[in-house]
């Protein structure tokens, strides 16, 4: 009976499968907004870009641009210089101001409420009373793609029983490679509150190796680098070295190129068909040792940054295209904020991680909008913008990657959009991934669009330095 049941489920399947293949041309998008086949294709938009090769940064304005970001702007940490001796005052400060003890109820995965016992012990878990009243300043490097959270804690919480996409503890992630600042120890030692040059947080002990100062700087500020282009890319399998096997590598690293030894085997396969580069590793007393990995040359890699051009901010961003949102850089992916800092990072140009720091960030020149802003006002500003143009609304940003008959077109990675059909209705649509919409229909609360909730546009081009600050 049990093989016959299986078949009756199976047969199911294909039924149901069956029905779901399209037999002739495919039907429109589901409803989305003015969604078209052809628009979700960059070249689409690169052939309407104006003069889409030309760099639009040179190497030199950029690194001025970032060096001003860790000056000004204070959601970012310039670990250079960070004192040689760290206070209890200063450790304290970070992690308390990274999360607030939750004034409300939380509930897990499986959306029953988290207990009060729970949340005491997350906090208690912190260790601030063994914080030493100095400390010296240590270094590690992230070993493998992990999670940043609130607290040092795995547990998934969210806001709503019915809720599994927003993890309230989440705050971003750390990338194979990426240099840290040790600050402390959650009291079990499965924690480390850590400094990137981005972000504070909480990361797994395992995800991070402690190394001496000198062997952290100069494996950042290597010379020779491969950087990833592509959404993500993977080292090559090898039994050889399991640590730094098909290891996960998110767009924009920069890791320092090896010299093959002169057989030219990597971790027994020859290095000739691919990019031997330097990744960190973890012994089991969590120091730092440096190994090398093999990149495929098929991989979509490149010997720098690429240049900042309208063509490759588009080619970037739909690399995207399609990918699981993920808040916090959950499920392997990414969020808004995210999506629109690794394609900038693959141009080597800094933004900070969350979507209210970018927004106003000095050191980004936003235009900011107000009250005293009229909603034509606003349309006619959004009209003008321009590719890689950066939009805020509470909450989110997009990229602007063009315009159709005068209405700007974005992609983002969203949740989901609502909008005004052509009866005047509002519809709903639940996108949760990264995707392609035009910018003027979108509605924010179900009265006011998202031009008129805009809160600011930051250009990242010196072609808009005129109008950044200009009224519209």
């Known amino acids: 009976m049990r093989h016959l049941r299986c078949l009756a489920f199976a047969t199911g399947l294909l039924l149901a499968c069956t029905a779901a293949i399209a037999r002739d041309a495919p039907p429109p998008f589901g409803g989305v907004a003015s969604i078209a086949d052809e628009r979700l294709d960059p070249e689409f938009w690169i052939a309407r870009a104006p003069e889409p090769d030309r760099v639009l940064l040179d190497r030199t304005a950029i690194d001025a ?6 000056a000004e702007d204070p959601s970012m940490h310039d670990l250079d210089a960070l004192p040689a001796t760290l206070t209890r005052a200063q450790v304290k400060g970070w992690i308390e101001a990274l999360a607030s003890p939750p004034d409300r ?9 988290v207990a009060a016992e729970t949340i005491a012990a997350i906090l208690d878990a912190r260790a601030l009373d063994t914080i030493p009243r100095t400390q010296p300043l240590r270094h590690g490097l992230v070993v493998r793609r992990a999670d940043l959270r609130a607290f040092p804690t ?5 806001r709503d029983a019915d809720d599994h996409d927003i993890d309230r503890f989440q705050e971003s992630a750390l990338f194979p490679g990426e240099r840290v600042v040790i600050v402390h120890a959650s009291r079990d030692g499965a924690w480390r509150f850590v400094l990137s040059r981005r972000y504070a947080a909480w990361i797994a002990a395992d995800a991070v190796a402690e190394g001496p100062a000198g062997l952290v700087l100069g494996y950042a500020h290597a010379r ?29 690293l920069r890791l320092p190129r090896a010299t093959p030894p002169a057989d030219g085997m990597v971790n027994g396969q020859h290095a000739y068909a691919g990019w031997p580069v330097v990744l960190p590793l973890r012994d089991a007393n969590g120091c730092l040792a440096l190994a090398p990995a093999l990149l495929p040359r098929a991989a979509d890699t490149a010997p720098d940054y690429l240049p900042p051009t309208r063509a ?23 969020d808004c904020s995210g999506f629109v800092s690794e394609i900038y990072r693959s141009m ?18 936003p235009r900011a909008f107000g009250a005293a802003d009229t909603p034509a006002a606003r349309r006619a500003f959004v009209r003008a913008l321009d590719v890689g143009d950066l939009v805020y609304i509470p909450g989110h940003v997009m990229m602007v990657i063009g315009s159709l008959d005068g209405e700007p077109w974005v992609i983002h990675d969203t949740t989901g959009i609502t909008y005004r059909g052509a009866d005047g209705r509002l519809s709903r649509e639940k996108l949760n991934g990264v995707s392609v919409t035009p910018l003027l229909p979108l509605v924010f609360d179900g009265k006011n669009t998202y031009v008129e909730r805009m809160t600011s546009v930051v250009h990242l081009v010196p072609d808009h330095a005129t109008r950044a600050n200009a009224s519209p």
């Open 224 to 252: 020779t680098w491969r950087v990833v282009t592509g959404a993500q890319v993977r080292t090559v399998f090898t039994p050889e070295q399991p640590a730094l096997s098909s290891l996960v590598l998110d767009m924009g």
């Open 105 to 113: 109820t939380l509930h897990d995965v499986s959306g029953k409420p």
């Open 154 to 158: 795995a547990l998934r919480v969210f």
């Open 65 to 70: 641009r970032n060096a001003r970001l860790l």
């Open 312 to 334: 490759n901010l588009i080619r970037q961003g739909f690399k995207f295209l399609g990918e699981r949102y993920g808040w916090g850089h959950a499920y392997d992916g990414r």
């Open 348 to 365: 080597g140009l800094d933004l900070p991680r969350n979507t209210r720091d970018q927004s106003v960030s000095p050191a980004l020149d």
